[in-house]
Structures are given as structure tokens and as C-alpha cells.
């Protein structure tokens, strides 16, 4: 039986690892987790907040997921998405998911990434 996600991960081209740490760390408040070394080896970074990872593993013939992405729930939407846009993020406001405030946003190589937050009714 299934228990829960893990971890969800991306691809990034080769090299973009310091971007990637600047972004995720920086820009989204992440932490960096060390990988195992026999991983390590490979390139690529691990990120955590909370129960939430995301990991970035290297490839080759990189393209960035432009419609697959993990979606991160968030509290004080509103100012999170300030938050990426004053590091220079474009923040794409989607109001299309009933009970939700949603917004897109793209890593530094270009991969999709969807932020909400549940709309607590009075």
C-alpha cells in the first residue's frame, strides 16, 4: 500500500548545479541535503523543506518539464509568490483550481513548478 510521495525528481542540464542551489536554497527557502556519494558522483543536487524533496539529477540531453511538475503547497501565498518575483522569478497567477490560490513559476533551467494554497471559506 502506498504510504506517501518520497521525493519528486526533476531533470537539469549538466553544470546548472550552483543555479539550482542559488534557487532552490535562496530563492525558495530550502535546505541542501547531502547526497550518498555513490550518487553524488552522478551531479545533481537534493533539496528539502519540511517532509517536502525535491531532487534535481542530471541529464545529458536535458529538455525542462514545461507541463509535467511537482505541485508545493505553500502558506501566505500571497507572500511567497512576492517573494519569488523580488528574486526575479516570474510568478503566473492561475485561478482555475476551485478552493485553491495557485501560481506557476519556472526554476532556473526551466522547469514548471506550481505553488497553492487551500482557500479557507468563512
Not at 526533476?10 to 542551489?21: F, I, K, N, Q, Y
Not at 478552493?99 to 468563512?122: C, I, K, T
Request: proline share 9%; hydrophobic share 40%.
Amino acid at each position: 500500500m502506498l504510504a506517501a510521495v518520497d521525493h519528486v525528481q526533476l531533470a537539469a542540464p549538466p553544470g546548472s548545479e550552483d543555479r539550482l542551489r542559488r534557487y532552490y536554497v535562496e530563492v525558495l527557502g530550502m535546505s541542501e541535503m547531502p547526497k550518498p556519494p555513490p550518487l553524488a558522483a552522478r551531479g545533481g543536487c537534493w533539496f528539502r523543506a519540511g517532509a517536502v524533496q525535491l531532487h534535481l539529477g542530471i541529464e545529458d540531453d536535458f529538455r525542462p518539464a514545461k507541463k509535467a511538475h511537482p505541485g508545493l503547497r505553500v502558506t501566505g501565498i500571497e507572500a511567497y509568490a512576492a517573494r519569488l518575483a523580488a528574486h526575479g522569478a516570474l510568478v503566473t497567477w492561475d485561478g482555475d483550481l476551485p478552493g485553491h490560490r495557485r501560481f506557476y513559476s519556472e526554476d532556473p533551467v526551466g522547469n514548471r513548478l506550481e505553488f497553492l494554497e487551500p482557500v479557507v471559506r468563512a
